[in-house]
């Protein structure tokens, strides 16, 4: 796990900025907490993007007479709207971009099935199943104009 | 596994692996010459890859440095990753689609069709359709294309089944599930596709056509192929006369190595081809290796891409079976009246969750992006990809300060798109839009280009030597044994998704070095 100068609270705040950056109200807090820790984990190697992050995380925390994480949605996106472009937050986007949806729990979430080659692709697995349009044709006559 | 010396000035060294690559030395193999196949990364095989999106683009993808320049929007959204190609045994074509549309007569003459288009380097090719049009036959049933020769088409899957009814709905009457060079049913030894829905990330049921599970194995079973894997060549060499003498590289352990050749065939993709050329440089070739038309790295094209995702109220599961198994090809007409030259085809694409909230909207965040991601389930994809405009200062140089992990200085890509490119992208993205409005689509995103996959033109072909690097067989004007054999050589950049067509021209090279070299070594 990330730097000890991290606080329980710079965590909780952190959930919430990613929370506040990919907001589905269908999601539980478990995929959004390990988004928030793949960023912890990051900056445990990195120890400019560490000083950004304890250093941000504060200034959210700031902006408002509540800290971050007490800030209804509109008003947390409206906060986080003010770092937007910032090397902090276009950080923290961009990791939590890539493990917010590759968590597995999102993919079910999402209705995503992901790997299939150990059930057998899903050529036997509805990858024709749509039913709402006609079957089209699959080739057609002739030759495509020049 | 054969083994030639390094010595062993008899060799024919080919540089990467890919579609053009390893290609030419099957071919050549097949003839009985000694080949060396030189490729800088790994050799991975189906076991290996991932079905996963980014654990697949971190093992795959050519990662080492390189900048961007240029007022296209890959350099804001990726400024460090210009394009998105394989850095692995089998190149790119352990990633790419498929879709093999040829090439339409007029597009081998885009300077005298078009006219003289502003701000454009359009130029002729040095040789018509006709020519190519048996090479085409062969790469075709080498590579098992549905709908050619015999071969069935692949059946729709769900993707494709809204875009065939948007289509139909529109008028469109050229859509269809290919050609498309994965197998609907056996061939050549490999299996039928089983719709798993990862050919962009390797394909590990090895039932798309690739370098990898095709030409490679079958050039090894003639004891002529020596494949060296995470061999990256820094260099190549030339003696007093001005002919290729062989290479330098870095091998795996980190050591420089110098293999002799007889003939040396570059094909590293249009960024790694230019700057191999260009880190040639040497007394006899100031400017690099073979630009003394100072035509090396220049004419870069990319084709005008762009996305167009549809959310509907029903499910579509695009995710399930073949990635680009669809194309629309009505747009791919010669019809200047649309307000821009050269066409377009619009084919199926899906990427899962983790690539679609990346690329969707780059750097971007909030809820109309996660607002998307909730509609995942309901969403179909198309992609379109059609002609670019060649332009003299779109260009591959070597970056001023940036170097790899071996010291070499890396390629700077510098783009600017012309304004045919963004009229193009512009009518496609519309179209695409009504395609899934005539189907009931709720709403329509459109997304813009990803880092490129189709990388041309840096090499091009001319019957000129002042107007290009390479002549009708790929031959360097300037160096007798040096051949040029992956999309750089592109004098135009066609609609079409170039795969085919690189094939197509490296068997015909092929044939044309062995005649060649029987002559010389006779």
Redesign the interface.
């Given at each position: 796990m990330g730097s000890t100068l991290l606080t329980a609270q710079d965590r909780q705040t952190l959930v919430n900025v990613v929370y506040a950056a990919f907001p589905h109200s269908t999601f539980p807090r478990g995929p959004y907490e390990r988004a928030a820790d793949a960023v912890i984990a990051e900056a445990g190697t990195n120890p400019r993007f560490l000083a950004q992050l304890l250093q941000g995380l504060g200034e959210l925390d700031a902006q408002r007479d509540v800290p971050f994480s007490e800030l209804d949605a509109d008003t947390a996106a409206a906060v986080l709207r003010g770092a937007d472009g910032s090397p902090f937050l276009t950080a923290i986007v961009d990791s939590a971009v890539v493990t917010l949806y590759s968590d597995r729990e999102v993919w079910d979430l999402l209705g995503y099935e992901g790997p299939s080659y150990d059930k057998g692709g899903y050529a036997d697995r509805g990858f024709d199943d749509l039913d709402w349009l006609p079957d089209p044709k699959i080739e057609f006559e002739g030759e495509v104009p020049a | 596994m054969t083994r030639f010396e390094y010595d062993d000035s008899d060799v024919v060294v080919v540089v990467g692996s890919g579609a053009g690559g390893g290609t030419v030395a099957n071919e050549l193999c097949q003839r009985g010459f000694k080949t060396v196949v030189l490729e800088a990364g790994p050799h991975l095989t189906g076991p290996d890859y991932h079905?996963?999106?980014?654990p697949a683009f971190a093992q795959m993808a050519w990662s080492d440095a390189r900048t961007t320049s240029g007022s296209w929007q890959v350099a804001k959204d990726f400024p460090n990753l210009p394009a998105w190609l394989v850095k692995a045994v089998g190149g790119t074509t352990t990633h790419w689609a498929g879709a093999c549309p040829r090439f339409?007569?007029?597009e081998f003459t885009a300077r005298s069709t078009y006219g003289d288009v502003e701000g454009a380097s359009l130029l002729d090719w040095p040789i018509a359709l006709g020519e190519l049009e048996p090479y085409y036959d062969k790469a075709e049933i080498k590579m098992g294309v549905t709908?050619r020769h015999g071969r069935p088409?692949?059946?729709?899957?769900?993707n494709?089944?809204?875009f065939?009814?948007g289509?139909?709905k529109l008028g469109y009457?050229?859509?269809?599930?290919?050609p498309y060079a994965t197998n609907a049913e056996p061939y050549d030894g490999r299996p039928a596709?089983?719709?798993?829905?990862?050919n962009f990330q390797g394909d590990?049921?090895g039932s798309k056509w690739s370098t990898l599970v095709a030409e490679l194995p079958k050039a090894e079973k003639t004891g002529n192929l020596d494949l060296r894997p995470e061999s990256h060549v820094a260099q190549i060499l030339h003696d007093a006369s001005g002919k290729a003498t062989g290479v330098l590289y870095v091998d795996r352990n980190g050591t420089l190595r110098r293999q002799r050749a007889a003939v040396v065939v570059v094909a590293g993709n249009s960024i790694e081809t230019p700057r191999l050329l260009l880190l040639s440089g040497s007394a006899q070739h100031p400017d690099g290796l073979a630009n003394s038309s100072g035509q090396v790295g220049r004419n870069y094209m990319r084709h005008t891409t762009g996305t167009v995702w549809g959310q509907f109220d029903?499910?579509?599961?695009m995710?399930?079976?073949e990635t680009m198994a669809g194309v629309i090809?009505?747009e791919?007409?010669?019809d200047t009246d649309r307000g821009f030259v050269g066409g377009y085809y619009m084919e199926t694409i899906s990427l899962?969750?983790?690539f679609?909230?990346?690329f969707i909207a780059p750097?971007r965040?909030?809820?109309h992006?996660?607002d998307l991601?909730?509609g995942?389930?309901n969403t179909a994809g198309m992609w379109i990809v059609g002609e670019d405009m060649p332009r003299a200062d779109n260009r591959v140089t070597l970056s001023g300060d940036t170097v790899d992990q071996h010291g070499l200085p890396v390629a700077n890509v510098h783009f600017d798109d012309h304004p045919n490119d963004v009229a193009m992208r512009r009518h496609g993205q519309r179209q695409g839009a009504a395609v899934y409005k005539a189907?009931g689509a709720q709403n329509t995103i459109e997304t813009p280009p990803y880092p490129s996959t189709h990388n041309l033109g840096t090499a091009r072909m001319s019957q000129r030597p002042g107007d290009g690097v390479v002549n009708r067989f790929g031959r360097a004007h300037d160096v007798p044994n040096l051949f040029i054999a992956d999309g750089s050589v592109f004098t135009t950049g066609a609609a079409a998704n170039p795969t085919l067509t690189i094939v197509a021209l490296a068997t015909r090279q092929a044939e044309y070095i062995a005649t060649e070299l029987t002559k010389t070594l006779a």
């Open positions: - | 079905q996963d999106e980014w339409k007569p007029h709908h088409p692949l059946p729709a899957n769900n494709y089944k809204v065939a009814n289509a139909e009457r050229y859509y269809s599930t290919g596709t089983l719709q798993d829905g990862f590990k049921h029903k499910p579509v599961r995710w399930r079976g090809a009505d791919s007409r010669l899962g969750p983790a679609l909230a990346k750097g965040w909030g809820s992006i996660s991601l909730d995942y389930r189907v």
